[in-house]
């Protein structure tokens, strides 16, 4: 007979005495739990005792995670949190360096625990380590020459206890003092400090300027990008990270109108050329955390051009118009003629032809070409960019094309504008950077007008292709989705620069379009005759079944999610796995990444598949209702998903990208019977669909499969020829 469901059986354990086993009732209280335990071992004042985890973790158990102790878990009879935190707050105040560095030690690590961190907050004891960061670290500055390591880890060990504190939220950001800021943004501005005193009090001051817009104003007068620098032509890749968060932030934070000022700042201090040389053409590999930041930078960056992209040009503005007039100047080596030269209809003709030349929709007034938002502006900019910067391309392609005949010339105007809008919505300009994309690209770290030389080689492609696929004007769309195909294949291959960007382009010209295109069509074919679709729709469901068991078999292997937190580099992960026979999902918290499988015993919470009652998907999942305007973008929403079971309780997932995603939903709808709609599935489907058809059909190779099946033959006169075996 299987044990009681609410009997747990447990180890504990307890110093200098040997570990007692005990079955605990769960329907009991904790406190009488506790107090059993205490009388065990003749121990009083049970209410001064408490059971922890006797893992890595060191977490209290208290009534509301009490339903997480599985069987075969090993406690700990320990202080319990009020005391401890007491115990602390009265040693890190201690007079003794020793004593102090010890509490320290050990508060930095109790701080992790949201039931510890609590008692100790209640207590006052962040305003305590404040105020030994503001004050307290003066005392020891004679003891530093003498201690200097004793001094670092003194220092270390605060700002870790403070940093894990305010990951919980319990206490707001506002409430710091200008003089702590001012402190912890003289350990980032010294040139030599200890390292894991400036990862703290970097990433302190990131968790300032994202949390509070009056903390971000203090920190933006302490802390200047000439002091920041330094840090990334280190060498400690953590340490670099941490230093680009914070420009990221800073960033981030910024009002509009300065954030064009912080972008000259940072032209003028080269960051760009440091990271390059530093971070990105480093030795090492770039990690994870360091991807996304560079990504973080590089939307930042380009979100700079969203004023001129949603900028419509006045065609009153004489300082506009005369950029167009630039332009025709350039192109056709024309100076402006005076106005008293020639007659106003005269003048209005050769300008009308010039500006048909160059391609605009609008050949009298072509300003009004570029009220169109987006791109607005920055298609103008882009194309007086092009002009002076690569002006022998640019008259290249006006005079090649004003030579040809109408139908075959591609406008150069209309091209420049529908080619700026679409390299805005490749490169996502104006959408705030999301919260899992590491997708960076090293070759917009290589120049300091990325996207206007971005712009420039793919007009000179656009014109390339048009000729290659001899477009004319009715071909005009036709030709920009080559385009867009051509430069999204060129961008996956993340091309180290500019340069092998082009020629990985000029190997992708129109013909091999073509031959990629038919190659997927043929693995993706989709025959359309009446046997071929009824053969189709016979082995559909089989397919399907093996989707399904695919699906099935990753969920038994599993996958490790991420816990998203106040501080994005500190994050926990925990991991998911259902059982082999399909009935139970097993999951736990990591302390990091897993590098291979993670063993059955070490995912101690469990959930019947029997009590989901549903799965739901994006913005509807409470962990996303909950979430800030930061956190709350399109992109991590995409990726999220919640199980729900019993009454309104969920289990959150954040999938790690878009294949895990699809992989858990469909598996979850799939053990719930429901139907697998992802994306991913009707991939799958059309692929697995595509080559069970060609192996099916392998011995009808060239020929021809009829319409409709073959007549059936009139019945014979007489059935004489039957040979009766009787």
């Not at 319990?170 to 200890?194: Q, R």
């Not at 970097?202 to 971000?216: F, G, K, R, T």
């Not at 295109?517 to 093996?546: A, C, G, V, W």
Request: hydrophobic share 35%.
């Amino acid at each position: 007979m299987p044990p009681p469901a609410d009997i747990v059986k447990v180890a504990i354990e307890w110093p200098g005495a040997f570990p007692r086993l005990m079955e605990i009732d769960q329907k009991k209280p904790l406190t009488s739990i506790i107090k059993e335990v205490c009388d065990g071992w003749s121990l009083g004042n049970h209410e001064n005792y408490a059971l922890q985890n006797a893992d890595s973790t060191n977490f209290y158990i208290t009534e509301k995670n009490r339903n997480d102790i599985k069987n075969g878990s090993i406690l700990r009879l320990t202080s319990s949190p009020a005391q401890k935190a007491q115990q602390l707050h009265e040693k890190i105040q201690s007079s003794s360096m020793d004593l102090k560095l010890e509490a320290l030690k050990d508060l930095a690590n109790a701080s992790r625990d949201v039931t510890f961190a609590q008692e100790f907050i209640n207590l006052d004891g962040l305003s305590l380590l404040t105020q030994m960061v503001e004050s307290g670290t003066e005392r020891y500055q004679k003891l530093q020459k003498i201690m200097k390591p004793c001094f670092g880890d003194l220092l270390s060990f605060t700002l870790t206890a403070f940093v894990e504190l305010m990951d919980h939220g319990i206490v707001s950001w506002d409430t710091f003092s200008l003089a702590f800021i001012k402190k912890i943004a003289s350990y980032v501005n010294k040139s030599a400090m200890d390292t894991a005193v400036l990862q703290r009090s970097l990433a302190i001051l990131e968790s300032m300027v994202l949390n509070s817009q009056d903390l971000y104003q203090k920190v933006a007068q302490e802390i200047t990008i000439g002091q920041l620098i330094p840090h990334l032509q280190g060498t400690d890749q953590d340490i670099q990270t941490y230093t680009i968060a914070v420009i990221n932030a800073l960033f981030l934070k910024a009002p509009e109108e300065k954030r064009q000022e912080m972008a000259h700042i940072l032209a003028q201090k080269q960051l760009r050329n440091i990271i390059l040389s530093n971070v990105i053409r480093s030795t090492r590999p770039i990690n994870d955390e360091m991807a996304h930041q560079l990504y973080v930078l590089q939307v930042l960056t380009f979100n700079l051009l969203e004023d001129r992209m949603m900028t419509k040009m006045d065609p009153q503005d004489q300082a506009q118009r005369d950029i167009i007039f630039e332009l025709r100047r350039i192109a056709f080596d024309v100076e402006c003629e005076p106005n008293n030269s020639g007659s106003i209809e005269k003048r209005k003709s050769m300008y009308t032809r010039d500006y048909k030349k160059l391609g605009f929709i609008n050949h009298v007034n072509p300003a009004v070409d570029f009220t169109q938002i987006p791109p607005g502006m920055l298609a103008l900019d882009n194309m007086l960019y092009f002009a002076k910067h690569h002006q022998d391309a640019y008259i290249r392609i006006v005079l090649e094309n004003s030579s040809r005949e109408d139908k075959h010339e591609c406008p150069f105007g209309r091209s420049s504008i529908e080619l700026t809008k679409m390299l805005c919505e490749i490169l996502k300009v104006g959408e705030l950077p999301s919260e899992n994309c590491h997708d960076f690209h090293p070759m917009f770290f290589t120049h300091d007008r990325a996207f206007e030389e971005f712009f420039c080689i793919c007009i000179q492609l656009l014109n390339k292709t048009w000729k290659e696929m001899r477009a004319t004007s009715e071909d005009f769309n036709k030709v920009m989705q080559v385009v867009r195909e051509q430069v999204m294949r060129a961008l996956t291959l993340k091309p180290n620069s500019l340069d092998q960007f082009k020629t990985r382009l000029q190997n992708l010209s129109y013909t091999e379009i073509l031959k990629i295109r038919q190659s997927e069509r043929m693995n993706q074919e989709d025959f359309q005759s009446r046997p071929i679709l009824e053969l189709r729709e016979k082995i559909q469901p089989e397919i399907m079944e093996l989707i399904k068991q695919q699906r099935l078999n990753r969920l038994c292997e599993g996958t490790c999610f991420r816990k998203i937190s106040s501080r994005r580099r500190q994050d926990k992960f925990w991991y998911c796995r259902l059982s082999p026979n399909h009935k139970v999902l097993h999951y736990g918290d990591l302390e990091e990444s897993p590098q291979g499988e993670v063993p059955h015993d070490s995912l101690q919470d469990k959930l019947p598949v029997a009590d989901i009652k549903a799965v739901v998907t994006g913005k509807d999942c409470p962990h996303m209702k909950e979430k800030g305007a930061l956190k709350q973008n399109k992109e991590v929403q995409e990726l999220a998903f919640s199980v729900l079971y019993e009454s309104d309780e969920y289990l959150n997932f954040i999938a790690p990208d878009k294949h895990e995603y699809c992989v858990w939903t469909d598996g979850l709808n799939a053990l719930l019977g429901k139907e697998m709609t992802s994306e991913f599935t009707k991939s799958d489907l059309d692929v697995l669909l595509s080559m069970e058809m060609k192996l099916r059909l392998l011995d009808l190779e060239n020929i021809q499969i009829p319409e409709a099946p073959p007549p059936i033959p009139k019945e014979p006169s007489n059935y004489d020829f039957v040979y009766d075996c009787n």
